[in-house]
């Protein structure tokens, strides 16, 4: 009963908070505003046209580089304009002297000089006011290419219609094989979802973990602690604490879930109305992939929170905590490290140990989880020693924040803390 009545005091005391308001209903929308000013910024800057003026040197060269450069924006404008300037080799330092006042004078954005030898050599050089637009380069690079293969095939006797019938790009589509039966299509959308997942929990364990130790150091500074011990037990009080700041994460991460459900079926809605199917980019992912995913959510955040609580007990300063915390994020970077090599060999000998340990699981597992079938007596063992880990550590930081609260000043040693818990 101790233990719920903590849990309601942290939980109401960081929900009832203008900042808990805020950061859960205005960062989205500030986010959200965010990015639709960034589509837009791309889009119009995408539906630009680039004036280009042609220098061209290679005989026969300019009608498939027209015909390649000759896509349409969305607007349906043209990708480029361009402007043939005659030269031979004898006047291209004149005609390019004349080409680069007339590219300072803003008429054309950059001029294209084709080398004689560009069939073989399949090389160009094009001078631009602004060589920061990447992505102008990189399409006039790739349409370059095309003419080049083009002029190739009509140099080798191959007729345009034959050309064209050759034109085109190859697909290959993946199929998932599963233990369970049947088979579904990934073409990798299935490794997004797991990007995306492990990212979250990667993220409410650093930033919530924090708000634990932050919340402990808190009350030992202000000596709230010494009135708290009085009435419950150590333990009862780490674990409120900890179930309270889980409780707070649980109801932000839920309404952040909520709105963005609401915006991804805005968004299914009116391209259904547009006429877009976007059902083959829905990637189908098995349920046991999300309950996974939730347990070891709730899990590793417990686990984590644990830690970073027995670090608030430790230290009497948030300048002490932020140094005494680098060695459990780097256990976490570690985590997402390996999640890699897991993704690569989800069965190997390997990835179903490092699964298995508690400070990787929750990663780990969902990872192996959402790549492979591992067999379910070891999503289940992941899952009880993170919490049997749990426990453990939350005793340990219990009897860390009794002797704790007495001492002020530098952080313990490790030889300390275990006379602190042998004390406890």
């Not at 859960?24 to 630009?48: C, D, R």
């Not at 390649?68 to 005659?86: S, Y």
């Amino acid at each position: 009963m101790k233990i719920l009545v903590i849990i309601k005091r942290e939980l109401l005391t960081r929900v009832r908070t203008r900042g808990f308001l805020f950061f859960t209903i205005g960062i989205p929308l500030i986010a959200a505003g965010f990015l639709f000013m960034e589509y837009k910024i791309v889009q119009a800057s995408q539906n630009v046209s680039s004036n280009i003026a042609v220098v061209n040197l290679a005989p026969g060269f300019y009608a498939p580089l027209a015909q390649a450069l000759g896509a349409r924006l969305d607007n349906g404008q043209p990708e480029f304009v361009l402007h043939r300037v005659a030269a031979t080799p004898a006047t291209l330092p004149a005609v390019e002297a004349a080409l680069r006042q007339q590219v300072l004078a803003k008429r054309y954005d950059g001029y294209l000089v084709v080398p004689a030898a560009i069939v073989t050599a399949r090389t160009a050089v094009y001078h631009a006011r602004n060589t920061a637009a990447v992505a102008v380069r990189e399409s006039l690079q790739a349409h370059l290419g095309q003419a080049v293969n083009r002029a190739r095939m009509m140099r080798a006797g191959l007729s345009p219609a034959q050309i064209d019938g050759m034109a085109g790009g190859f697909k290959l589509n993946q199929v998932k094989v599963s233990r369970l039966g049947g088979e579904q299509a990934d073409n990798g959308r299935g490794a997004i979802v797991v990007a995306v997942l492990v990212g979250a929990l990667y993220m409410t364990l650093l930033l919530y973990g924090v708000v634990v130790m932050r919340a402990v150091v808190e009350e030992k500074t202000s000596r709230i602690s010494e009135v708290l011990l009085s009435a419950v037990d150590p333990f009862s009080l780490m674990m409120g604490k900890i179930l309270g700041v889980a409780a707070t994460a649980l109801a932000q991460l839920g309404v952040w879930a909520a709105l963005l459900a609401l915006a991804a079926g805005y968004g299914l809605a009116m391209a259904k109305i547009g006429g877009a199917t976007l059902s083959a980019y829905v990637p189908h992912l098995p349920a046991l992939l999300y309950i996974s995913f939730f347990v070891f959510f709730i899990l590793g955040f417990l686990l984590y929170a644990s830690i970073y609580a027995a670090i608030g007990a430790m230290v009497s300063s948030d300048q002490e905590a932020q140094q005494t915390q680098m060695p459990l994020t780097m256990v976490l970077v570690a985590a997402i490290y390996l999640a890699f090599l897991v993704m690569a060999n989800p069965g190997s000998t390997l990835s179903v140990v490092l699964s298995l340990i508690p400070f990787f699981a929750p990663i780990l597992m969902v990872v192996r989880v959402a790549v492979s079938h591992p067999p379910l007596w070891q999503v289940l063992l992941a899952m009880a020693l993170c919490l049997a880990t749990f426990l453990a550590c939350t005793r340990i930081t219990a009897k860390i924040y009794r002797v704790g609260i007495l001492m002020t000043g530098k952080r313990p040693t490790l030889p300390e803390l275990l006379r602190w818990l042998k004390y406890a």
